[in-house]
């Protein structure tokens, strides 16, 4: 019974490295899915932000609120309709017209709402290319309200701080900030905020709160910013190989070099988020920038719904905050959806190479049993025409 020991522990192996092999497989696709799932638990919201999927004002709606808060009698005025008034301006890419209302304010009003002017102006000045003059309002704002907005404004200096070091080593406002790609620098923003917070690198927890400042500007801000995309790919890769959000940061990357025209900063942010998912051995950046369009398909599809609301508003010469209160705030909004499938972004040759992998083993599999079912069947026969032995007498 040797030869069926042996054919049968060489049947037990094939189906072993068969499993495997299928195991692997199936694994790859369930990573796919838990890696997406978790990093967006890990980082709530920074999915929807990156491809424009959350609710705010198209500019139809600025436009029509400067006008609705100039109605009002300069004597009438509070410092309210001067904050609604600049951050509209400022909403349009008007900066210095943000910046002259927001001075008018505090020269009316230099005893009221001392934090929200100063951390407005310091805002104002830096998305005016002012990077010094606004650092030293934010630093005002963050002396007399440290905690306000979740500590928004504590990250805003950290990252006007880190792009005045980065313009001072590339001598330049070229973007990235950063030109090396590699994950293993130093150089890039996660590492800047732990080094500036004393820590070597950051946890769980601060990268939370480092994401959540940098999320906040993008929503009340500009959530296009490539700087801001830059800044939050490098928090994603900051949380070491087994925490990190690899595939959010890809789509930060890839999303900021859609925001710039210049064909070598174009190819560096690819760099940055083809490096990003360099361990992914099954998720390529085809892969990636495919799901990314698509999650900006829809992005742009619901902001158009929104704009096209302010739009008919307008015209029926309705009050807009109330109407975009009504239909908006608290409005149960559909979730984005993310495309995963079991051999979604495989390339032709990888399925082809799978198929006749498992076909050849499942081939050689089979010959194997029906080797082992013909000893067996030999050997029992063998047994079975053995002489009885002769009767004793």
């Known amino acids: 019974m040797s030869n069926v020991r042996l054919h049968w522990q060489f049947c037990l192996l094939l189906m072993a490295c068969l499993s495997l092999r299928i195991t692997q497989t199936t694994q790859a696709c369930a990573w796919d899915y838990d890696t997406i799932a978790m990093e967006r638990q890990r980082f709530p919201e920074a999915h929807e932000l990156i491809v424009g999927y959350f609710v705010r004002h198209s500019n139809t709606y600025y436009q029509w609120r400067i006008q609705d808060r100039l109605k009002t009698p300069l004597e009438q005025r509070t410092p309210a309709h001067y904050d609604d008034i600049e951050v509209a301006y400022d909403k349009l890419g008007d900066s210095p017209k943000a910046i002259q209302t927001i001075l008018e304010k505090i020269d009316r009003f230099p ?93 769980q927890s601060q990268l939370s709160k480092a994401a959540k400042g940098i999320k906040g500007m993008m929503r009340f801000g500009h959530y296009d910013s490539p700087i801001l995309l830059e800044a939050l790919g490098d928090l994603f890769i900051s949380g070491g190989w087994h925490k990190d959000s690899k595939m959010l940061a890809a789509r930060a990357y890839l999303k900021a070099s859609y925001a710039i025209d210049d064909p070598e900063q174009k190819k560096i942010y690819r760099m940055k988020a083809d490096e990003a998912i360099r361990m992914h051995e099954h998720i390529s950046l085809a892969r990636i920038e495919k799901d990314l369009k698509n999650e900006l398909e829809q992005g742009t599809a619901f902001f158009s719904q929104i704009e096209n609301d302010e739009m008919q508003w307008v015209r029926q010469g309705k009050n807009l905050d109330q109407e975009f209160e009504k239909k908006y705030y608290n409005a149960d909004i559909p979730p984005l959806k993310v495309h995963w499938g079991l051999f979604e972004g495989t390339s032709t040759s990888t399925l082809v190479f799978g198929v006749i992998l498992v076909t050849s083993s499942l081939t050689i599999l089979l010959m194997a049993f029906r080797k082992l079912y013909k000893i067996i069947k030999r050997d029992t026969s063998s047994v079975n025409q053995q002489p009885e032995p002769p009767a004793q007498t």
């Open 111 to 203: 005893d009221q709402g001392i934090y929200e002017s100063q951390a407005n102006l310091g805002t104002f000045y830096i998305h005016n290319g002012e990077l010094e003059k606004g650092l030293a309002h934010i630093k005002k704002a963050i002396e007399i309200n440290p905690d306000a907005h979740f500590g928004r404004e504590i990250y805003q200096q950290l990252l006007v701080e880190y792009v005045i070091k980065c313009r001072q080593v590339n001598g330049d406002d070229k973007l990235p900030l950063i030109k090396v790609t590699s994950l293993d620098t130093r150089e890039h923003f996660g590492y800047f905020v732990a080094e500036r917070l004393g820590h070597d690198f950051m946890n």
